[in-house]
């Protein structure tokens, strides 16, 4: 697909962005969004698949048209609101409205966005249906339904409002699902909710040489406060660390104040507003590291990551590709550290196996990182999906 079959404004976003050529999905997938086929697609963390369907929607949308008629859906709040921030900054200078409807943000400012008549909504499934409920949401001019990170929303129990929201839209309406794993049963019931949808997967032999490094330290249990200490202070990057027990996450934030490392704690339960401060944060770079649970991460995309921390070893394959993807996005480097015990080192070895990437051991001395005989030889390549 040619950027000058987009429309004008489409085209100058483009080049303002600085993107130079489609990704693998954005190929694969766009011409199909704008065939208006109903769409199952599985493309890795950081492979550009929110324009992958952005940029064809924003082509069809009719400006002229004062109906909503385009509904995205995202597992979080976040991810809704980023995914709105891209929508924005391609209809700069045009006709085209937008809307997040997002769910513990004011509902008397969302009826006041509704008035104004966008065409385009993002937001949350349970805020969404809310408001269709009240009848202040109108679906009887919705086109297409996009289904973002639809793993995700199959995984925290959010399918069941999706089918609803979608049985309040006419039949000619088409869907898409978009995530970075497809799981058999999130692919099932999409198929059953379209209309005999195409099926896109972006393997690896897809995606440019990873230029990502996964590394890991081995210590004893007792000292992996200290490796993670070590491993910010030799860092100036931005560095997330996944913790798998949402109630040690303040203990180990304490641990860290103590040792002189500031950490921000992300998690699930949090206010909006105080996720909203902790991420500005963060992303301003006035906060070097991040303290989350897979739960807290849900839905966030964050710009120049520079590393992604296993502090606790993750038990399932998704998790590692998941938590990883958070770094080295859109072919940037990035480097994925995991902190484990003896006990183990079989178990990553197993895992860089099942996802045929080079997982290299390492120690610290002296405030460098040392090499030490990996474990196993693979050719670095892009995580499996």
Known sequence: MELTNLKPFLQEAWKKARFTKWTAVQEKAMPLVLEGKDLIVESPTGTGKTLAYILPLLEKIQEDNKN??????????????????????????????????????????????????????VGTPNRIKELIQAKKLKMHEVKTIVVDEADQIFQMKLLEMVQDIVKTTLKD??????????????????KEMMNQPEIIRVSPKDLPESA??????????????????????????????????????????????????????????????????????????????????????????????????????????????????????????????????????????????????????KTLHMGQVVEEKPTFERKKKPLKR
């Open 212 to 361: 990502v490094d996964h590394i890991y330290f081995v210590c004893d249990r007792r000292d992996k406060v200290d490796v993670l200490r070590r491993i910010v202070k030799m860092n100036k990057g931005k560095l997330m660390a996944f913790v798998q027990d949402v109630n040690e996450i303040e203990e180990l934030a304490a641990k860290l104040k103590f040792k002189g490392i500031a950490a921000g704690i992300l998690q699930g339960s949090a206010w909006k507003t105080e996720r909203e401060a902790m991420m500005k944060k963060f992303r301003d770079g006035s906060l070097q590291l991040l303290l989350t649970t897979d739960l807290g991460a849900r839905g966030l995309d964050i710009e120049n990551v520079t590393h992604v921390i296993h502090f606790d070893f993750p038990e399932q394959k998704d998790q590692y590709i998941h938590r990883s993807g958070r770094t080295g996005r859109m072919g940037r480097k990035g480097t994925v550290i995991s902190i484990i015990t003896q006990r183990q080192e079989a178990a990553i070895s197993k895992m860089g196996k099942e996802l045929g990437i080079s997982i290299e051991k």
């Open 173 to 190: 309406r088409r869907i898409l699902f978009f995530s970075a794993t497809i799981s058999a049963k999130a692919e099932q019931i999409g």
């Open 68 to 121: 909503v008629q385009v509904v995205i859906l995202a597992p979080t709040r976040e991810l809704a609101m980023q995914i709105h921030q891209v929508i924005q900054t391609f209809t700069l200078g045009t006709n085209i409205l937008s809307i997040s409807l997002i769910g513990g943000a004011d509902m008397n400012r969302q009826l006041e966005k509704l008035k104004k008549h966008p065409q385009l909504v």
